[in-house]
């Protein structure tokens, strides 16, 4: 049985992931982690491998996650592909018939969707370009040279070049979603299209349903109707009703135009009804296409008439001395997002704006304030007898003394790849380190440049030295810190692997995900 999933179940699929990841009921994060990338691949920054989707990656993915960073209503929004109008390239124009065994003209797609019918402008307005041009001498279309930045609501051309091009306009993108969600090759499109109040002017202009705007000619005739000739009201005939067009008969009695005076409504196919407009056919007949417009007419559906089936999720991770999460002097070689994470040690899903996902150590000793730790190296703590807790380098920072290490399986006697080491240095077991050991054990922290012990004593969010108060972004207890999200809970549904990118102070990162569907 030959069977397809329709584009609309794509749109569908897309306008579901914005309700449901700007909802209150739901939680979604976007993530960054794998401060070690080199360790899974020598050549990981010059070709990052893609991404596994098993169960065993995924707790991979949790294990070397570093921070997280919530998406708020306003990160997410339906995007589409971005046409730059560009003088001189002659672009589709929208047709409802464009199919596999009907394919468009000029750019051969097979899919209204695959076609290049739509532009931004210079300024940020998005026009669909319902002609482009194409009549029997140009069957193709022909290239646009007029840039189309007029506001009105009905189509028209944009300039006096007369490259035969109508422009419809739609709307213009607003200031805070260019920064947000522009992209190179992306470009967004309004929320809740059919009742922001942005909008409604154009909503409102495509509110009678199969309107016609535009008829192309596949064929001029011979002998049409008296040379030098303008018809009128010709009628077009279909399901519909009330559409009319006007027909310009030139000097050799071939058709030289024809435009729509009535859209009419209701139409879902229709056909130029010459013998009933009182048009002469001549000796070789003409021929026309009506163009049907989407559901609703042009604007009504911006998500359906744009095939706006991607979804752009935005997240800026920036230092936070108050919540100091992503971490700096080390890298970070994945991003993602998870949906409905939950509270370390809880049931109920994450809500911070920022949440850490390592492991921290509150250190104290001769030395601390000076006492180095190799990024990605091990550190090991005995924490009973034959037992040692191994953990790697995250970040050390001196003047507080706290340490953040991740701990997965190559700390537990396995490679990156899931095989098993043979010979492994502490065994295979995964033990936490601990401010009060078992019996055998001690608190000392080994793998730095100098041994240092937890401070046991030390119970908070902040430390105030010299006057000053510097927060360390998670909760220490007994100089211990757990992550803020549990571990494993709730559902990866993205994961970009990239070349490895150090983190600095003063450095900013915008990650703008693109979710097709």
């Not at 007369?162 to 929320?191: A, C, E, H, Q």
Request: charged content about 20%; overall charge negative; aromatic content about 10%.
């Amino acid at each position: 049985m030959s069977a397809i999933i329709t584009d609309q179940l794509r749109i569908l699929n897309a306008k579901s992931f914005v309700s449901a990841a700007t909802s209150d009921a739901n939680a979604f994060y976007a993530f960054v982690g794998l401060p070690n990338a080199t360790d899974y691949s020598s050549t990981w920054d010059d070709n990052p491998p893609a991404p596994k989707d098993s169960f065993e990656q995924e707790t991979d993915y949790w294990d070397t996650m570093i921070a997280l960073k919530k998406v708020n209503d306003g990160d997410v929004k339906q995007v589409v592909k971005k046409n730059t109008w560009t003088s001189g390239t002659t672009y589709d124009m929208y047709r409802h018939d464009i199919s596999r065994t009907n394919t468009s003209k000029p750019s051969g797609a097979t899919s209204l969707y695959s076609a290049n019918y739509y532009v931004v402008n210079e300024d940020f307005k998005v026009y669909i370009c319902l002609h482009n041009g194409t009549d029997p001498d140009n069957p193709t279309g022909r290239p646009s040279l007029d840039q189309p930045t007029f506001t009105d609501l009905e189509p028209r051309t944009a300039g006096s070049s007369g490259d035969g091009y109508i422009w419809k306009y739609l709307y213009t993108i607003k200031p805070s979603d260019i920064v947000k969600f522009d992209s190179t090759n992306f470009m967004p499109v309004p929320r809740d299209w059919e009742t922001n109040s942005d909008d409604v002017s154009v909503r409102s202009n495509a509110a009678t349903s199969g309107q016609l705007k535009i008829v192309t000619i596949t064929g001029r005739g011979a002998g049409v109707g008296t040379a030098n000739r303008t018809y009128t009201q010709v009628p077009i005939k279909g399901d519909g009703s009330g559409a009319e067009a006007t027909i310009v008969v030139n000097n050799e009695s071939k058709v030289e135009s024809i435009t729509i005076s009535k859209g009419g409504s209701g139409y879902s196919f229709g056909s130029v009804d010459l013998e009933s407009g009182n048009v002469p056919t001549g000796t070789t007949r003409p021929t026309f296409d009506v163009i049907i417009p989407p559901q609703g007419g042009h604007g009504a559906d911006i998500y359906r008439e744009l095939g706006a089936y991607n979804v752009l999720v935005y997240s800026r991770i920036e230092n936070d001395n108050q919540n100091p999460d992503f971490i700096t002097g080390n890298q970070i070689a994945r991003v993602g997002i998870v949906e409905n994470p939950e509270q370390y040690n809880s049931t109920a899903l994450l809500s911070a704006s920022k949440a850490s996902a390592v492991y921290a150590l509150k250190l104290t000793g001769a030395g601390s304030t000076t006492a180095t730790f190799a990024a990605d190296t091990e550190i090991r703590q005995t924490v009973g007898l034959g037992s040692t807790a191994v953990g790697r380098v995250i970040s050390y920072d001196a003047p507080t003394g706290v340490l953040k290490y991740w701990q997965d399986k190559t700390t537990a006697g396995f490679n990156t790849d899931g095989s098993r080491n043979t010979t492994p240095t502490y065994g295979f077991n995964m033990n936490r380190f601990k401010s009060i050991p078992d019996t055998g054990g001690s608190v000392n922290i080994v793998g730095g440049s100098v041994t240092l012990g937890i401070h046991t004593e030390f119970t908070g969010v902040s430390t105030t030295i010299n006057n000053k108060t510097y927060y360390l972004g998670q909760t220490f207890t007994e100089g211990v810190s757990n992550p803020e999200v549990k571990k494993y809970s709730g559902n990866i549904v993205y994961v970009d692997n990239r070349p490895s990118i150090t983190r600095s102070a003063n450095q900013k990162e915008d990650i703008k995900v693109i979710l097709q569907f």
